[in-house]
């Protein structure tokens, strides 16, 4: 099931249902490419649109650029208009004069290994897959060697550059945003998870691929190295561990073993990210605090010691309680043990409440009726089940600490 920003009009409504419909409709043709190989051989090259056509069965809506118009449209990739460089290539600003739209040109690097089976996942996911919490895909180039993707332009960059790498003229992120943030994030990974059939695992959540519009709405980017999930009761098995360390879930950096909880596991970094700010693996740390989650797992233990896990760029304003019940959202989301994880559905239901887009009353279908100053924050039956699942696991693990005493 999938939920919608609550300031939608009902005429909104109704489209975003049919056009929600629709896709859904549509993603079961991703299942014809769950495992698809490309050759990387030259001649196998030239016939990329042939195959994006074929596995995408008439469904792709992005359009094909030519590499001229993408020189145009980023003057001649001029270093003027870099927004960023990742593992696979550089990402420029263009305008497409003719649609009259900005938009990121991502040119894959030509020596990027499995490129082409990576530019072929991401075009053909992000044609079929449609959320408001997913980047759109405007169009791509496959000229001659050139692999490029081009993005609707996301004018606020990413949550990385708001969070971890922040520039003396940006403010930090305040808490409701950073709640809001963490809110749509988790919808789009429920969209993929739970409504996208085949469900997708998008396997490299982090930061930087959360990109941020000019409302601070975000939304998912880089679909190259999802993976389609297992139907019926098989778990999905990979050979290649791939993903960002310090995000990967920690059987899957074993094992290889990837499903959807892997996913709800790079979540709860990034989650913890979100509230204390602090990089998952950061070497200019002393060593005891590089990696996060080591550095978070006792004091997600000790509620005295809560106030050292926030920001320290918040100022201190958050509501405590609301602190509380983030911290218990993360912690459940990175337990070791994969299947104890909750489903992101059950993520989104715990932020729509911390992210204000919905109180206790409306759960119960009250009136909802707030004191203008009232900045108390009151335990929403979802957000209830978390913090008392944690304190569960607490005091089990105060027993058994006695115990071994
Ligand atoms: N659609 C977009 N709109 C605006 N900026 C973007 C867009 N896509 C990417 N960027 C910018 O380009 C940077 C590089 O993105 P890219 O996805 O190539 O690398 P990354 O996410 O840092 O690393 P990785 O290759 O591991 O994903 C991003 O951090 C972001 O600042
Ligand atoms: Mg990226």
Redesign the pocket.
Known sequence: MICFSCCLSSEDKIQTTNSLKKSIQDTKSISSFANISIKTDSSRRRYIVEEIEKYGKGNISAQTFTFNDLALATKNFDSECL???????K?Y?GHIERKNIDV?V?QLDRNGFQGNREFLVEVLLLSLLHHPNL?TLEGFCSDGDQRILV?????N??L??HLLELTPEKRPLDWITRMRIAEGAARGLEYLHETANPSVIYR?FKA??I?LDENFNPKL??FGLAKLGPTGEKTHVSTRVMG?YGYCAPEYASTGQLTTKSDVYSFGVVFLEIITGRRVIDSSRPSEEQNLVVWAIPLFRDKKKFHLMADPLLGGDYPMKAMYQALAIAAMCLQEEASTRPLMSDVVTALEFLSGNKTDLEAEGGEEEVAEDDHTFKSPPALQSFTSRLERAESNDTNANRERD
């Open positions: 927004l960023g460089e990742g593992g696979f290539g990402v600003k990121a991502k980047v993005y609707e332009f996301m004018s960059g990413s990385e550059d490299d930087s691929n990109l980017s880089d960002t």
